[in-house]
């Protein structure tokens, strides 16, 4: 490839990606793995798999540094607090026969609290029968993987006793947060959603991003499912059930962070924090269509997450709005700094029109255009066509990046006789991921510096990239798949077509739920900002959130938590 400073961006034309792979469930799929992981013919088959799907072939990348905490954490909520509009209780705890779904936010439940409307104690009763409930449906749906009832009221009660006392930590204080099961969250063990990792990695504090939260005084109702340790985007696990969609159950949430995303979708918790290496919060946040915000890489402290030492993951809130994103002690950003305070009028958002229309179904593309429009129309933002090159480039340095990272992690654990006890859909992942050598990984990391310049040159236009989150809506599950898993590149592909962005370059990007396509199914618009970009990002997310509300609906399984 040229240098990136000759290549003429007029000049390029979108190639849409043509992924090789085959679709396996069943006996198919361990056919394929036992010949993936034969020494004879496992070597020719990742090398015809990795000619056929563009592997790149061999500039080194800048260095990241954690941004560190620069003053106290409740005093950064409470600044966040004061960047809402003032609360107005009336209009959400209207007296309306039939009024329009709306999720209860944070401050609903902090109003909830302070008046006397209920307690967390007694919220607390409801989230543990939704819990249960869903546990106990046939086939079994479990959002949860961990789950202790007594520990719960024992921090509804101690939350209870601060409000009764006037003396409430924070607006977070008696919130309920679920966490995904490869963040540490003591006393719960930490297994990634296998079956044994808990007996290779001991908890014996919170993860730092859980510090965070039970510092604020929020309440956890336990620890998610998740698709096993995170390496695959669909949500599927053989080991303790798949967690179902809440808009329709028949389908995935998407992943890998698929409990958390189910939680919030359902209202059984207010948010949810998870992982995103390859779209892991964004995608399911999308699929069940909620808001799901993955920060600049640095921003969270990763200390106490199962696979902190990759260069392509961030703990992020899963939320049910942007409003409680903004109050999430993982991505408070300065708020209130002059750079901060530009009006919505003067944002530019960039749209490469060939990859946006990228989809399955062009309803996706037209949703998503079609808030962009309102966001003109109500706001006078303006949209600017830009060129992003090398995208099929960027996806394949991207699985290689993430591949050898996750195989770095897991290779001692592999090959001391835990292989077998990896579901079959993760020992395929990790027997292509093993094959990829210190050349691949080199030369992924030269086309990283080429396209962290290309987008840096479209953040020169403009203020924000839209596309459409996924590249489809959220698929069924095969049946097959429940018992043994599922391998399927194609799907994850869709799932992953506008992602990769976030997590390669490190930038920030939230998706928000913008309609629903003809079967009822979510549809969420990203955003991707600058790094560091945060604010700017929240500040139109905000704005698209509140021009497609009454376009939410209700998912089919749904808990009034607050209201009951």
């Known amino acids: 490839m040229p240098p990136v400073e000759e290549v003429d961006i007029a000049a390029v034309r979108y190639k849409p990606p043509t992924l090789q792979a085959p679709h396996l469930t069943g006996f198919s799929l361990r056919a394929f793995l036992w010949l993936m992981e034969s020494s004879l013919l496992g070597p020719l088959i990742t090398s015809v798999l990795k000619s056929q799907n563009n592997m790149p072939q061999a500039d080194p990348e800048p260095e990241v540094v954690l941004v560190d905490e620069d003053r106290d954490l409740v005093e950064r909520v409470h600044e966040a607090l004061q960047c809402l509009p003032q609360y107005d209780p009336s209009i959400r705890w209207t007296t309306e026969e039939n009024p329009p779904f709306l999720y209860w936010k944070i401050r609903d439940f902090a109003h909830a609290y302070r008046s006397g409307i209920t307690t967390p104690s007694a919220v607390a009763e409801y989230v543990i029968a939704g819990v249960e409930e869903w546990n106990n449906k046939k086939p079994p749906m479990p959002m949860l993987i961990y789950f202790n009832a007594d520990d719960l009221k024992k921090q509804a009660e101690a939350s209870t006793k601060r409000f009764q006392q006037g003396n409430p930590i924070s607006i977070l204080d008696g919130v309920f947060v679920a966490i995904k099961d490869d963040i540490d969250c003591f006393p719960y063990p930490t297994k990634g959603a296998t079956t044994f990792f808990d007996q290779i990695h001991t908890v014996e504090k919170d993860a730092v991003c859980v510090a965070r939260l039970r510092k604020c005084g929020v309440i956890f109702i336990g620890k998610a499912n998740m698709h096993e340790l995170g390496l ?281 739920p913008v309609g629903h396509d003809k079967q009822g199914l979510p549809i969420g618009l990203q955003l991707i900002g600058r790094p560091w970009g945060e604010a700017s990002l929240l500040r139109v997310a905000s704005a698209v959130e509140e021009l497609c509300l009454k376009k939410r609906k209700r998912p089919s399984a749904f808990y009034d938590i607050l209201k009951a």
């Not at 094959?435 to 236009?461: C, G, L, P």
């Not at 489809?472 to 049946?479: R, Y």
Request: aromatic fraction near 6%.
């Open 232 to 512: 695959g985007v669909t949500g599927n696990n053989p080991n303790y059930g798949t967690a179902r969609n809440p808009h329709s159950v028949d389908r995935y949430t998407g992943g890998s962070s698929s409990g958390p995303a189910a939680l919030v979708s359902s209202g059984l918790c207010s948010a949810a924090i998870g992982t995103d290496g390859g779209g892991s919060v964004r995608i399911p946040s999308a699929l069940c269509g909620i808001v799901g915000f993955k920060t600049t890489y640095g921003r969270t402290d990763m200390t106490g997450v199962l696979c902190d030492s990759g260069t392509v993951e961030v703990a992020s809130p899963l939320v049910s709005s942007v409003e409680d994103a903004i109050l999430s002690p993982l991505c408070v950003p300065n708020l209130l700094s002059p750079e901060n305070s530009n009006i919505l009028g003067s944002v530019k958002i960039g749209k490469y029109t060939e990859w946006f229309n990228d989809v399955s179904d062009h309803e996706i593309s037209s949703t998503c255009d079609n808030a962009l429009k309102l966001l003109c129309s109500a706001f006078g933002c303006q949209i600017e066509e830009i060129t992003l090159p090398e995208l099929e480039e960027m996806r394949t340095a991207h699985v290689v990046s993430i591949g050898s990272e996750s195989f770095c992690d897991l290779n001692p654990h592999y090959k001391a006789g835990r292989k077998t006890e990896f579901t079959l859909d993760t020992r395929t992942s990790l027997a292509l991921f093993g094959s990829f050598t210190a050349t691949d990984y080199v030369a992924s990391q030269s086309i990283r510096r080429r396209i962290m310049h290309y987008h840096m040159e479209a953040f020169k236009k403009v203020d924000v990239i839209a596309t459409p989150t996924t590249g489809i809506t959220a698929p069924k599950i095969p049946p097959s798949a429940l018992k043994s898993g599922e391998s399927n590149y194609v799907v994850s592909a869709y799932l992953m077509r506008f992602i990769i962005a976030g997590n390669l370059l490190g930038l920030p990007a939230i998706t928000v």
